[in-house]
């Protein structure tokens, strides 16, 4: 089993729905955790970052954090043709050789269509 | 606008041919990453450094895989003798060492026949 599983869809939306993505993890030392939104023949790139647990919102994205239930969770709010893309849920574990390192989600293939 | 910069874009090469894949990290990063992506196997971490120094290379085949960086501007992963499972989408980023500032660079795509 992956230290972090996610759902990979695909996942097929029509224009101004809210999106759910989610990854749960099995590593308790999991500190940070990330989303990244890559785009096709394109680098993954940082889209939300959280520490802990917690909530964050950043415009139409909302990114949850529950440690105790070892679930994250990214909301895209009215969601638009151009957020098609594959996301990936990233963690790190806090201090020593492992501070920095990332362990990622398989990714999730979302398609927002007109 | 500092990016990360990979070099090639695409490879295509034959089964028992060396690659090397070549990436310059963001001036000012002392942490660099290597990664693979597939389809089946999402992006795997194969080998990491800070300040120049391989930290963890748990996630390479040794046998054939193998890491380095001369110096701060550049960082190298050769592959020797590939293979055509070896065919993959590689990524080099680089950050200043906090996990939520990793820059990805565009990545080499590698076919091996």
């Known amino acids: 089993q992956k230290e972090v599983e996610q759902d990979p869809g695909p996942l097929s939306v029509p224009e101004g729905a809210i999106v759910s993505l989610n990854c749960t993890y099995s590593?308790?030392?999991?500190?940070?955790f990330m989303w990244y939104r890559q785009y096709s023949r394109k680098g993954p790139e940082l889209l939300m970052y959280?520490?802990?647990?917690g909530n964050k919102e950043d415009g139409r994205f909302t990114a949850q954090v529950d440690k105790s239930s070892k679930y994250i969770s990214l909301f895209i709010r009215d969601s638009q043709p151009s957020d098609s893309a594959t996301y990936l849920c990233?963690?790190?574990?806090?201090?020593?050789?492992?501070?920095?390192?990332?362990?990622f989600g398989q990714g999730t293939i979302l398609t927002v269509h007109p | 606008d500092a990016r990360v910069t990979q070099t090639p874009r695409d490879k295509v090469t034959e089964m028992g041919q060396e690659v090397t894949m070549r990436c310059q990290p963001i001036?000012?990063?002392?942490?660099v990453f290597w990664y693979r992506q597939t389809m089946m196997q999402g992006l795997e971490l194969l080998a990491y450094?800070?300040?120049?120094?391989?930290?963890?290379d748990s996630g390479m085949p040794k046998d054939r895989f193998s890491a380095e960086m001369p110096d701060a501007t550049l960082a190298t992963l050769k592959i020797q003798p590939s293979e055509p499972r070896d065919s993959a989408v590689y990524f080099c980023?680089?950050?200043?060492?906090?996990?939520?500032?990793?820059?990805f660079g565009p990545g080499t795509r590698l076919t091996v026949l």
């Open positions: 980023a680089s950050g200043p060492g906090r996990p939520d500032t990793q820059y």
């Open positions: 590593n308790s030392a999991f500190q940070y």
């Open positions: 959280t520490y802990s647990s």
């Open positions: 990233a963690m790190s574990a806090e201090g020593g050789t492992s501070y920095g390192k990332l362990t």
């Open positions: 001036l000012g990063h002392n942490t």
């Open positions: 450094f800070r300040n120049r120094a391989p930290l963890d």
